[in-house]
């Protein structure tokens, strides 16, 4: 093993200083911290700086304002996370592929970078061992990254090489977060206008699904349903949401500038809206009449699983039951809902099932299931017909709360396949301030049936369209009203 080891190293070596000649580059007399790491090092925990493992692969000096690049150290170790902690066993030669291909396609897409892929080309097969693969591999990265310094910092080739090795999962849990996001997603506050937005297919407009009371964008001429064109003068088609969303968001008192397109205008609208911080309620209720005269439904919209939602549904429906009208069933609408408290969305399932009914089975990487039970300090009985509203935004708690209530008898689902995301993880801080998460355990419902990557499908399929926001109208609400109504008919 030792002596095919030092094959290896040799190889690499030579292969990549003949990289550098091709590339034109003369290598000088090397000085000890250029000296290639051990396949150990290679995925060991870089020490703290001014130790000596540090000093043996010093970042590429970073231009005026940009983070430093992460060296291969600290991309092993992701690496290495991966293969010891991901809830599945994975392949180290597929990750080991993912980044080299993604460093590829990066190098590839800057057309200044001639013949600069030779290092990576000249890399040799994969083997059976998961350290030397990675550790060839960061060579690879490193020698490009000090043969092109300036291009490196201006490109971040890591964030490259991190992402396409995440991606190759396919599992939206596992993630890259850049430092920026980071920071935002840490703020307690922050200041917006009060909207939220969606797209209706992959590839299409931003459009305004709701605008909050008491908010900025209640106070100008947005309405739901328009199409947001631009914000700040940036063209938002083709931009992802988390991104629209970072540009809308900013100081307290500023103003942000947006175009938009009211549902039947030819000429787009500019607004200027000043950014205020603003609250959005978790819990909302109402009393719906689906026939005049007749019973009510009691609505609750909840937007996610905080900690006190469980107490907030509870006021709702004493709320109901003390209006002094006949209640003839419930409609939770989880639209939206991207989950929270896995306390709370077993405390909001107690008011239907009993204490020792299990919601859902968290699955690790050891295939142990452990289950999580309903809370209950109220329990609803006998049992109101109950319908939830749910969508493509329906995720991760509010989808565990749908399948246990739907496997139970207790709820019929309306509305538009879930998401499909139900699953936790293990977030990694990486030097830079950016973040890994990787999933480390999976939910299935009461009954085993995945969810993660699978969704809930409607027992009432309903879309919700974009005529449908400009218009006023909520389809799927008035079919899980009607439905409700005619269940709890004597």
């Not at 993912?98 to 040799?124: E, I, K, V």
């Not at 500023?254 to 030819?266: C, I, R, T």
């Not at 009691?298 to 509870?314: C, H, K, L, N, T």
Request: hydrophobic share 40%.
């Amino acid at each position: 093993m030792r002596l095919r080891q030092r094959a290896f190293w040799v190889l690499a070596i030579l292969t990549l200083a003949i990289g550098l000649l091709a590339c034109g580059v003369r290598p000088s007399e090397p000085s000890p911290a250029e000296v290639p790491p051990s396949p150990a090092a290679a995925v060991e925990t870089p020490r703290a700086p001014g130790q000596d493992d540090a000093a043996a692969q010093p970042n590429p000096p970073p231009t005026a304002g940009v983070l430093p690049l992460l060296p291969p150290p600290e991309i092993a170790k992701i690496y290495a996370l991966l293969l010891e902690t991901y809830v599945d066993p994975i392949d180290h030669r597929m990750l080991v592929s993912a980044a080299r291909d993604g460093l590829y396609q990066h190098m590839l897409a800057d057309s200044a970078l001639p013949l600069g892929t030779l290092p990576l080309d000249l890399l040799p097969p994969h083997s059976e061992d998961q350290e030397l693969d990675f550790a060839l591999l960061g060579n690879a990265y490193w020698t490009i990254v000090r043969w092109k310094p300036e291009w490196a910092n201006r490109t971040r080739p890591d964030v490259a090489m991190l992402r396409a090795m995440l991606a190759s999962l396919r599992d939206s849990h596992t993630v890259y977060t850049d430092p920026q996001t980071v920071r935002r997603q840490a703020e307690t506050s922050f200041s917006g206008i009060g909207v939220s937005l969606t797209r209706f297919t992959e590839d299409g407009p931003l459009i305004v699904m709701e605008i909050f009371p008491n908010s900025p964008a209640e106070r100008v001429d947005l309405r739901r349903g328009d199409r947001l064109l631009r914000v700040e003068g940036v063209v938002t088609d083709g931009m992802e949401l988390s991104d629209v969303v970072a540009i809308v968001r900013g100081a307290e008192g500023s103003a942000v500038k947006l175009e938009v397109l009211h549902p039947g205008d030819s000429a787009p609208t500019s607004l200027e809206i000043v950014r205020e911080q603003y609250a959005i309620a978790t819990v909302e209720a109402r009393i719906y009449n689906p026939v005049a005269g007749g019973a009510g439904i009691g609505y609750i919209r909840i937007r996610s699983f905080a900690r006190d939602v469980p107490e907030q549904v509870q006021a709702a429906i004493a709320g109901f039951l003390g209006s002094g009208q006949e209640i003839r069933g419930l409609v939770f609408d989880l639209r939206g809902n991207q989950g929270g408290s896995k306390e709370a969305v077993a405390r909001v399932a107690g008011l239907f099932l009993e204490p020792d009914k299990p919601i859902g089975l968290e699955i690790d990487r050891a295939r142990r299931q452990t289950p999580l039970f309903a809370e209950s300090t109220l329990q609803l009985r006998p049992a109101p017909p109950l319908a939830l509203l749910v969508n493509g935004d329906t995720s991760s708690g509010a989808e565990i709360l749908a399948s246990a209530l739907r496997e139970y008898g207790y709820a019929v689902l309306v509305g538009q396949k879930t998401a499909g995301s139900v699953a936790s993880g293990s977030t990694y801080d990486l030097p830079d301030g950016s973040q890994v998460q990787i999933t480390a355990h999976r939910f299935v419902t009461p009954s085993g049936e995945q969810l993660d990557g699978v969704g809930l499908e409607p027992d009432q399929p309903v879309e919700l369209r974009e005529a449908d926001l400009a218009a006023g109208t909520d389809p799927p609400l008035l079919r899980a009203l009607t439905l409700v109504y005619e269940a709890g008919t004597p």
